[in-house]
């Protein structure tokens, strides 16, 4: 008796091998962002040189549908990441930027290589020092012109920044707060 009342009790949770594996536990900002990085639609702006190296990495070696950016989409309506690929000249600079805000949220940019990053070899009055005085760049990728390997590894790059972001239901739910304190 004494030995009973000393051990704890052990309690039994119904336990049922048909569900076993078939259960999630997860938050939904987390299964938000690993929706959203696993199924990026890429806007390709090639300008120059380096859409080369994009359409490369598009292609069956490089395969970059691997990483879910399966689909290149020529719509900025239908795309969430822009891949700003080559050197951006003031005359290219506001059809950029139009398609840029013509993209919905979420949305993210990379400037594929070192014209897109900083304006390259090219420091001149008709190009752009770099794609980040007209829009917000999330990742650099440097080269002249990067490999696809470099594009693919920026793509990761994107995705591990998604996975860290808040959702849009955690944006609305802070938005809504303030509002709710001053009223």
Known sequence: MAESASTPEIQHA??????????IFTKAD?????????????MPM???CCAIELMATGASRFDISRFGAEVMRFSPRQSDVMIVAGTVTYKMALAVKRIWDQMPEP????????????GGMYRSYAVLQGI???IPVDIYISGCPPRP?????GLM???RKIETESSTLAQLKSEEEPETAAS
């Not at 091998?17 to 078939?22: P, V």
């Not at 299964?31 to 990026?40: D, E, G, P, Q, Y």
């Open 157 to 159: 790059r994107l995705q």
């Open 46 to 48: 090639g300008l120059a």
């Open 30 to 42: 987390a299964a938000i962002n690993w929706m959203r990085k696993n199924s990026l639609w890429p």
């Open 149 to 153: 390997e470099a594009l693919i590894e």
């Open 107 to 118: 949305k993210w940019c990379i400037a594929m290589g070192a014209c897109a990053s900083s």
């Open 132 to 134: 980040d005085q007209l």
């Open 14 to 23: 119904a336990y049922d091998s048909k569900i076993e594996g078939n259960i």
